[in-house]
Antibody, heavy 122, light 107 residues
Framework: QVTLKESGPVLVKPTETLTLTCTVS??????????VSWIRQPPGKALEWLAH???????TYTTSLKSRLTISKDTSKSQVVLTMTNLDPLDTAAYYC??????????????WGEGTTVTVSS | DIQMTQSPSTVSASVGDRVTITCRAS??????LAWYQQKPGKAPNLLIY???ILESGVPSRFSGSGSGTEFTLTISSLQPDDFAVFYC?????????FGQGTTVEIK
């Protein structure tokens, strides 16, 4: 059974750096044709895709936040880490990680973690 | 970036109704579109990928169609468990983008 679980701080101060960890089970982060994404959702708003890391360690980021985001993985620990710098109250959101897979054409997200809520406030 | 626009924003329906949600892309994405269902306080759940392929375990009352720039999600007979927010998402190009969501509420 494939599962993903997010962890990280609940409360962060403005201008600080956020570090979130996604721990996966049921698949390896080295499995070809699979990857992991981070997505966020501010309260009452729509989903926003943030970043993706492929099994070959290639990475891609959303345009508007690219300068503030870093995604990495530790295959031995089955963990994907997202860091976001210079936090603002507008970064308050539920943060999700999700597995992606590719079958016939392009990667898509099939299994999501339950999410972790982050509040940015002084 | 590819913009995704869903309509309507809210649909009020009764159990047993047929419900259709539309998603439009700002440029052609071929069939590279997914639909998710999200219930309050929960993570999104994949319903359909590649525009029309039903994810394993998803009830057959859900179906998807379309290609290019226009797509639809249809629930053939709405069930009590279906009241939720539905999102479309394109994965033809990065950055991946979502629609703004459609709420299916009880009439």
């Amino acid at each position: 059974q494939v599962t993903l679980k997010e962890s990280g701080p609940v409360l962060v101060k403005p201008t600080e750096t956020l570090t979130l960890t996604c721990t996966v089970s049921g698949f390896s982060l080295n499995t070809p044709r699979m990857g992991v994404s981070w997505i966020r959702q501010p309260p009452g708003k729509a989903l926003e895709w943030l970043a993706h890391i492929f099994s070959n360690d290639q990475k891609t980021y959303t345009t508007s936040l690219k300068s503030r985001l870093t995604i990495s993985k530790d295959t031995s620990k089955s963990q994907v880490v997202l860091t976001m710098t210079n936090l603002d109250p507008l970064d308050t959101a539920a943060y999700y990680c999700a597995r992606s897979r590719i079958e016939s054409g392009y990667y898509y997200m099939d299994v999501w973690g339950e999410g972790t809520t982050v509040t940015v406030s002084s | 970036d590819i913009q995704m626009t869903q309509s309507p924003s809210t649909v009020s329906a009764s159990v047993g109704d047929r419900v259709t949600i539309t998603c439009r892309a700002s440029q052609s994405i071929s069939i590279w579109l997914a639909w998710y269902q999200q219930k309050p306080g929960k993570a999104p759940n994949l319903l359909i990928y590649d525009a029309s392929i039903l994810e394993s375990g998803v009830p057959s009352r859900f179906s998807g169609s379309g290609s290019g720039t226009e797509f639809t999600l249809t629930i053939s007979s709405l069930q009590p468990d279906d009241f939720a927010v539905f999102y479309c998402q394109q994965y033809r190009g990065y950055p991946w983008t979502f629609g703004q969501g459609t709420t299916v509420e009880i009439k």
